[in-house]
């Protein structure tokens, strides 16, 4: 899979994105990644990417000629071309799986108050935010969805962390988990785990993960395809 970004702080990406499993999937090919910093198509003087907004208000706005330069030198025929801005939809796991099947991403991250609305109706697929929380550009965000996405593409995880992906426990929080030693500073490990009783240890976890997400994330329970 190929994913453009594009930004005004393409040095903000060095570090989160080369390190551990995205660096493996970039390593073996099944990820490639490209920084573009959207000031290299602003042709005048200063380089300017921002403007005041018509009508007044505070802020600056993202102008629309270097994001529509960039967009038509970098989107071919397969490319979804997506902003990303407080005011889209909030990504979750269902759309990671539905941005992971795609050929070519191009990631267009918001800084400023955002984006001239022509961007928004001419070449946007589709408008991503990660959470009700106001950050400071979109940097974090692409960060985020790339890392979500980068775990499900074929042959990233290994087999034992791809066959967690689709075990039973898909739309639940986790059930408590421990290791060694079986007692820590007076706290025990619960006697079913040390138990061996595989089928007691299995109704217990699913008990507990139902628990836990009762108690924490009530929502998760009404709700079937957001894991
Ligand atoms: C109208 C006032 N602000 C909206 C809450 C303007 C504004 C604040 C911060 C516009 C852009 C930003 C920068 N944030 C993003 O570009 C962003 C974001 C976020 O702040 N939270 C969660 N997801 C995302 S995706 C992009």
Redesign the pocket.
């Given at each position: 899979m190929k994913i453009d970004v594009l930004t005004l702080f393409p040095a903000m990406f060095a570090g989160p994105l080369d390190e551990s499993i995205i660096k493996r999937a970039r390593e073996a090919g099944r990820l490639e990644l490209t920084l573009q910093n959207l000031r290299d198509y602003a042709h005048d003087r200063h380089k300017t990417v921002d403007d005041r907004p018509f009508g007044g208000g505070p802020?600056m706005l993202l102008k629309p000629e270097p994001i529509f330069e960039a967009v038509e030198n970098l989107a071919r025929e397969n490319t979804r071309v997506i902003l990303?801005?407080?005011?889209?939809r909030r990504?979750d796991q269902a759309i990671a799986r539905e941005l992971a099947a795609q050929e070519h991403l191009l990631m267009v991250?918001?800084?400023?108050?955002?984006f001239d609305e022509r961007v928004r109706e001419q070449l946007a697929d589709d408008e991503?935010?990660?959470?009700?929380?106001?950050?400071?550009?979109?940097a974090l965000?692409v960060m985020v969805i790339v890392d979500a996405i980068t775990r499900l593409l074929p042959g990233v995880l290994g087999d034992d962390e791809s066959a967690r992906e689709d075990s039973f426990s898909q739309g639940l929080l986790e059930y408590p988990q421990y290791t060694r030693p079986a007692e820590f500073r007076g706290m025990k490990v619960p006697e079913v785990l040390l138990s061996g009783n595989h089928a007691d240890i299995a109704r217990w976890r699913a008990e507990q993960a139902h628990l836990r997400t009762r108690e924490r994330r009530p929502d998760l329970l009404s709700e079937t395809d957001n894991l």
């Amino acid at each position: 899979m190929k994913i453009d970004v594009l930004t005004l702080f393409p040095a903000m990406f060095a570090g989160p994105l080369d390190e551990s499993i995205i660096k493996r999937a970039r390593e073996a090919g099944r990820l490639e990644l490209t920084l573009q910093n959207l000031r290299d198509y602003a042709h005048d003087r200063h380089k300017t990417v921002d403007d005041r907004p018509f009508g007044g208000g505070p802020g600056m706005l993202l102008k629309p000629e270097p994001i529509f330069e960039a967009v038509e030198n970098l989107a071919r025929e397969n490319t979804r071309v997506i902003l990303l801005s407080p005011a889209g939809r909030r990504f979750d796991q269902a759309i990671a799986r539905e941005l992971a099947a795609q050929e070519h991403l191009l990631m267009v991250c918001g800084h400023y108050e955002g984006f001239d609305e022509r961007v928004r109706e001419q070449l946007a697929d589709d408008e991503l935010s990660i959470g009700d929380y106001v950050l400071t550009n979109g940097a974090l965000p692409v960060m985020v969805i790339v890392d979500a996405i980068t775990r499900l593409l074929p042959g990233v995880l290994g087999d034992d962390e791809s066959a967690r992906e689709d075990s039973f426990s898909q739309g639940l929080l986790e059930y408590p988990q421990y290791t060694r030693p079986a007692e820590f500073r007076g706290m025990k490990v619960p006697e079913v785990l040390l138990s061996g009783n595989h089928a007691d240890i299995a109704r217990w976890r699913a008990e507990q993960a139902h628990l836990r997400t009762r108690e924490r994330r009530p929502d998760l329970l009404s709700e079937t395809d957001n894991l």
